[in-house]
């Protein structure tokens, strides 16, 4: 059973957690030579996502704070899914999350000589042997938990013999499909995994680094520990979901003798409203579900960033998230609250008008301007001010003007006061609706001694809106995002297919929308606050100048209603 976790329970994590428990104590003990080296191995067969981004600050963030280095391993046995843009891709996040590989970086092709003479070895000591049986055979013959398996026919050949077989794989002069290497071990062995398990495989498919060298491949559990004790990995950190794949990682290091790595498995990020499958988020891309793998709602790195996420606030959710054994479902508001508590403090804020609707100072002189200073973040003293340019036409929400209005209507209404921010107090003259009876404008006189700053007009305005001035105006389309799954658990339906709950809401492009002038030069990847509205980045795919477009990074506060 999973626990929730969620932005309300969320405390910083004040003990050592397992794995740094033992990082101490095998430090303490001399074990390794009082090294630390820890390695990140993604296979490069998609974008990572944000339970990859958890993952990255475990391995290199532990390395980093106990002295030690993290190796960047591509797993780049299965030629068939994996790419050089991926490559290039992983090496991006990782280095945009603040991490370096200061270990290295390798490939696990790197080792595929190495690998194939371990593989010798084990056929040679009798540890292995070539089976001829199809894929459906050999689970078939697999039995199940609690049952045990039948051996293949092919169980007993000679060592010699299997060698010369396992040669003709390497040479391409096999089928593919028509053989495979697997190691000999235990056919009724408790763990599924340790029944004889397929080590090597025919894929007549070109490499993205070895090219057509090699016909044979190697599979994940027999490449990985492996990879490891060659780099020599100390400590070789995992998601659960490989525990069960220990007794199989140390049984190969112990039969082959080799240099004894050690795996550990931690909880796993599970992030409700989304999913976390490379290949079910290669599905979302290739139906055109989302724009492709750096959709700003999609779970990849490369999409949080894209949307506005900064690195600093995937590195404190990671940190609020910790190191468990168990698996947890974390919510999706304690990685916004990340963001949000990140942004609060570094985001500089401008004004912005999404829905706009003419506001006319009646009262203010035609085709004058004066500029008003304004603080570009009361949260850093040293972040500033910047002038606004303030006249008789301006720009306002839609929404923040009511025909009729309650005592509780802080806006503007008729009869009614508010202070623009950065501006003047201005008070309620008429309005103009168009033949749909929809209102196009307001008018209003402004109090010219009430000035921001300089006020002494000893008029109280309980309500503050933002603004911006027509002539200076800058225009925007701003994409506003929602969670991309309607249900929390997208895939926990039997029998529904988890694209059936995708939200169709979850993208709202808004044009028309009207900027103050200095984001005319919006720098990319600086998350502004619109004031009143949220946080917003130039978007890094569709945004140039003469066309901006911002995407939404985060709600002013958690309004999502699930």
Request: proline residues 5%.
């Amino acid at each position: 059973m999973s626990n929730h976790l969620n932005a309300e329970d969320a405390t910083p994590e004040k003990s050592l957690n397992f794995i740094e428990q033992k990082l101490e104590a095998d430090l303490a003990a001399g074990k390794h030579g009082g090294r630390i080296l820890t390695r990140f191995p993604p296979e490069p067969n998609g974008y990572l996502h944000i339970g990859h981004a958890k993952a990255i600050c475990v391995s290199f963030g532990l390395a980093e704070k106990y002295g030690g280095k993290t190796n960047l391993r591509f797993d780049d046995t299965n030629p068939e899914k994996e790419s050089v843009e991926y490559v290039d891709a992983i090496r991006r996040d990782v280095r945009w999350l603040g991490f370096e590989w200061k270990g290295g970086e390798f490939y696990t092709s790197d080792y595929f000589d190495r690998l194939y003479e371990l593989a010798l070895q084990l056929i040679d000591d009798g540890h292995a042997y070539v089976d001829n049986q199809s894929p459906d055979e050999i689970a078939a013959q697999k039995g199940a938990p609690g049952r045990a398996g039948t051996a293949s026919p092919f169980r007993d050949r000679a060592p010699a013999e299997n060698r010369r077989l396992f040669e003709e794989m390497k040479r391409g002069e096999c089928e593919e499909g028509s053989r495979v290497l697997r190691a000999k071990i235990d056919m009724a062995h408790d763990n599924m995994l340790m029944r004889d398990p397929v080590i090597y495989r025919i894929k007549f498919v070109e490499h993205h680094r070895t090219g057509k060298d090699w016909v044979i491949y190697p599979m994940y559990d027999f490449a990985h520990g492996q990879s490891d004790s060659m780099e020599q990995i100390t400590h070789s950190l995992c998601s659960l979901e490989f525990e069960n794949h220990r007794p199989l990682y140390n049984w190969f290091i112990s039969t082959l003798g080799i240099y004894p790595s050690e795996q550990t498995e931690f909880a796993r990020l599970n992030l409700n409203y989304t999913i976390m499958s490379k290949r079910k988020l290669l599905r979302l891309v290739e139906d055109g579900a989302v724009d492709g793998w750096d959709d700003p709602r999609m779970p990849t790195i490369s999409g949080l960033r894209r949307r506005g996420y900064t690195p600093q606030a995937i590195r404190e959710f990671a940190e609020r998230v910790g190191v468990a054994k168990r698996n947890n479902v974390i919510d999706y508001s304690l990685l916004e609250w990340a963001l949000r508590d990140d942004l609060n403090r570094r985001a500089p804020r401008v004004m912005a008008v999404l829905r706009p609707i003419k506001l006319t100072v009646l009262n203010y002189p035609e085709g004058e301007t004066e500029w008003l200073p304004t603080v570009n973040n009361p949260e850093d003293e040293e972040s500033g001010t910047r002038e606004i340019p303030f006249g008789r036409e301006l720009w306002m929400e839609a929404e923040d003007f009511k025909v009729e209005a309650n005592k509780k209507w802080f806006r503007l209404a008729p009869g009614k006061t508010v202070r623009l921010k950065s501006a003047f107090i201005v008070e309620y003259v008429d309005h103009v609706v168009d033949s749909q009876g929809a209102v196009t404008e307001v008018q209003v006189n402004y109090i010219p001694n009430s000035k921001s700053g300089q006020d002494v007009s000893g008029v109280k305005a309980k309500g503050t809106l933002h603004w911006v001035e027509a002539s200076h105006a800058v225009d925007a389309e701003v994409r506003l995002y929602d969670r991309l799954f309607m249900e929390a658990e997208p895939e926990g339906h039997d029998g529904r297919d988890y694209m059936e709950f995708v939200n169709p809401d979850s993208l709202e492009i808004v044009s028309g929308c009207k900027l103050e002038p200095s984001l005319a030069n919006a720098l990319e990847e600086t998350v502004y606050q619109f004031t009143r509205l949220g946080y917003f980045t130039t978007d890094s795919k569709y945004s140039k100048p003469g066309h901006l477009v911002f995407n939404r990074a985060v709600t002013l506060k958690d309004g999502w209603k699930g």
